[in-house]
């Protein structure tokens, strides 16, 4: 039997800024599923989200690699380069660039229950599997949704997933744990000139060790 390959948990975001809840969720993931490393995808835009308060990518990216330290966490900006606008773009450029790895992609149950609405969403199910991770308040909506009514005979209990063996898609695997309650808003809201703090040098991509600089690329899901 050949050896399994290297599981990676992606998580994609704006990171406006990177918190601690963000660590505590990755770091819950990966040991629950098993994962050698959580990548976050720092995306360079969002156009579902309003960008009037937005940081400038390598501070955002700044306070990704700060949350991440000492963690088996790698934060990226690698869509940039990769040229993709749309999540399912950037997951499957993803898996062909390294093919060696196994991906999962990690959601909260908020972006599941409008999942329906991210271009191609049914084709991100296709690509690699999806371990959504249960938020207060957001059961019903996650049972109401139309991505919900698709991916529901996808289901795998965890211990199946992390025991078995090769990964396949579509599988959804739901996490249940105590989350944190603060948020990139909330953060915004008590210290609007966090972003100062990561002023300097543009910072270098952990996973494609480039030089992240200002640019105007969109990335949506």
């Known amino acids: 039997m050949s050896p399994r390959r290297p599981r990676i948990g992606l998580l994609g975001g704006s990171f406006n800024p990177a918190h601690n809840g963000h660590r505590r969720v990755s770091l819950f993931?990966?040991?629950a599923l098993g994962l050698r490393e959580v990548w976050w995808l720092?995306?360079?835009?969002?156009p579902l989200k309003p960008s009037d308060d937005m940081a400038p990518l390598a501070r955002r990216y700044s306070s990704a690699v700060q949350q991440a330290r000492r963690a088996p966490i790698r934060a990226t900006a690698i869509e940039r380069?990769?040229?993709t606008r749309y999540t399912v773009d950037t997951l499957r450029a993803l898996r062909k660039r390294y093919p060696a790895y196994d991906f999962l992609w990690l959601m909260g149950a908020d972006?599941?229950?409008q999942f329906h609405r991210w271009r191609d969403w049914r084709g991100i199910a296709r690509t690699m599997p999806i371990a959504v991770i249960a938020r207060p308040g957001y059961d019903d909506a996650v049972v109401a949704s139309p991505a919900m009514a698709w991916l529901r005979r996808y289901r795998v209990p965890l211990a199946s997933f992390v025991n078995g063996g090769e990964w396949s898609?579509?599988?959804l695997v739901t996490l249940r744990f105590d989350p944190d309650p603060r948020s990139a808003t909330a953060i915004r809201r008590a210290d609007p000139d966090w972003a100062a703090r990561f002023a300097g040098p543009p910072p270098r991509d952990q996973l494609t060790h480039r030089r992240?600089?200002?640019g105007e690329e969109t990335t949506a899901p």
């Open 212 to 214: 992240i600089v200002a």
């Open 29 to 31: 993931a990966q040991r």
């Open 42 to 46: 720092v995306s360079p835009g969002n």
């Open 169 to 171: 898609a579509p599988a």
């Open 111 to 113: 972006n599941l229950a």
């Open 81 to 83: 380069e990769l040229g």
